[in-house]
Each structure stands twice: as structure tokens, then as C-alpha cells.
């Protein structure tokens, strides 16, 4: 029979309301964080990043945090819209390394 | 610049069968990953080449998997023989600091 998949976490809001999806790392060497969209059938599109010295960081109706004493991540999107329907992903990436270790994902629907 | 370009964008194939999958990074980025996503284990990084250099190949899951960057324009995810278990979208990323920008995918279906 078919394996069970990734149960994907999801985040339900109303068209116009403001989104929070959060992320827990473990590694308390990582140094970049990335959130990343990822919308059906395509690959992973960059949203914002931050690095580890800085705690906030703000771009076009989105918001990231980092909380490196509970190693807390949080993307937040303002006045979410039907077209920000996606998954999202957080990143990590430790010093002086380059890749990225991902994690599971959070679904996001808008609803109209 | 297009962005990374991967082909094929869909193949189906027959278990046993070799399967090569293409990456062409954005010009000027200097690191190359290959990551597989599949429903039951998300997305996982498979290799990655910095300056076309093998550096951490730790991801690839057997000796069925192997993958070449001759040159910093063109790298190949080589899988045989493919096995049913392979089927998966398989991504190709590039960068030059810390972003990774990501390929539109291969979706890989192993019969």
C-alpha cells in the first residue's frame, strides 16, 4: 500500500488578516536563516533572510524574527492575500558552511 | 539572467533504466546544490559543488546516485539503475553568498 506522507502543519486565514508561521531550529551555531515559498509544481522562491546578529528584519508585507535564545524563527505577512498561498519553509545554515538544512514546512491557505 | 535551468522538467522511466537529470546554474554563482523532495521526507539535500568541487555528498542516498559538475555552467544527477523508490522532484539550486536561488525541478517517476 501507499506510505503515509509528510503531514504538513496548516495555517488557515481570512484574505486582508496578517499571517504568523513559525519555525524551531536546533543548531545553535547556525548563522543565516532564509524563508522560502514554495508555491504548486514550482520550486522554492526566496522570501527574506537574517542573519544571526541581527533579530528582526522587515521587506515588502513581511516580517522575519529570530529568537536565538529559544531558537524560535517567525515569518510574518501582512494583509495576506490569495496569491501568498503556499508552503513555507525555513532554512538554516550553520558558520561557514553553505548548505541549507531545510525544515518540514508550513501550509498556508488564504481564504477569499 | 533566466534563473537555474533544469531539464528535463518530467521523466518517466522504467525501473533499471539510467536516468540524467541537468542543471544549468545562474551565471556568476559559484555553488551548486541538488536537493529531492518527496512527501515523506521533505526537502533533503543531495550534494553540493562549491567552485565545481564536490564538497558534502553525505545526502546521496546509495552508489546508484552520482553527480559531475564539469564545469561552472553545467552540472548532471546521474541515477543507475533507477528504482521505483527514486521517484521524487529533484531540484538544482545555485548561489553566491548565503541565498540559494532553486531550478524549476525534474519530476522523476520510476515504474
Known amino acids: 500500500g501507499e506510505s503515509v506522507g509528510l503531514h504538513l502543519p496548516t495555517l488557515s486565514v481570512q484574505e486582508g488578516d496578517n499571517s504568523i508561521i513559525n519555525c524551531a531550529y536546533s543548531n545553535s551555531a547556525s548563522d543565516y536563516f532564509i524563508w522560502y515559498k514554495q508555491e504548486s509544481g514550482k520550486g522554492p522562491q526566496f522570501i527574506i533572510d537574517?542573519?544571526?546578529?541581527?533579530d528582526k528584519r522587515q521587506g515588502q508585507r513581511v516580517t522575519v524574527l529570530l529568537n536565538k535564545t529559544v531558537k524560535h524563527l517567525s515569518l510574518q505577512i501582512a494583509a495576506t492575500q490569495p496569491g501568498d498561498s503556499a508552503v513555507y519553509f525555513c532554512a538554516e545554515k550553520g558558520t561557514g558552511r553553505r548548505a541549507l538544512t531545510f525544515g518540514s514546512g508550513t501550509r498556508l491557505q488564504v481564504q477569499p | 539572467d533566466a534563473g537555474v535551468i533544469q531539464s528535463p522538467r518530467h521523466e518517466v522511466t522504467e525501473m533499471g533504466q539510467e536516468v540524467t537529470l541537468r542543471c544549468k546554474p545562474i551565471s556568476g554563482h559559484n555553488s551548486l546544490f541538488w536537493y529531492r523532495q518527496t512527501m515523506m521526507r521533505g526537502l533533503e539535500l543531495l550534494i553540493y559543488?562549491?567552485?565545481?568541487?564536490?564538497?558534502?555528498d553525505s545526502g546521496m542516498p546509495e552508489d546508484r546516485f552520482s553527480a559531475k559538475m564539469p564545469n561552472a555552467s553545467f552540472s548532471t544527477l546521474k541515477i543507475q539503475p533507477s528504482e521505483p523508490r527514486d521517484s521524487a522532484v529533484y531540484f538544482c539550486?545555485?548561489?553566491?553568498?548565503?541565498?540559494?536561488?532553486f531550478g524549476p525541478g525534474t519530476r522523476l517517476t520510476v515504474l
Open positions: 537574517i542573519r544571526s546578529n541581527m
Open positions: 539550486a545555485s548561489s553566491l553568498t548565503g541565498e540559494q536561488f
Open positions: 559543488f562549491n567552485n565545481n568541487v564536490p564538497i558534502d
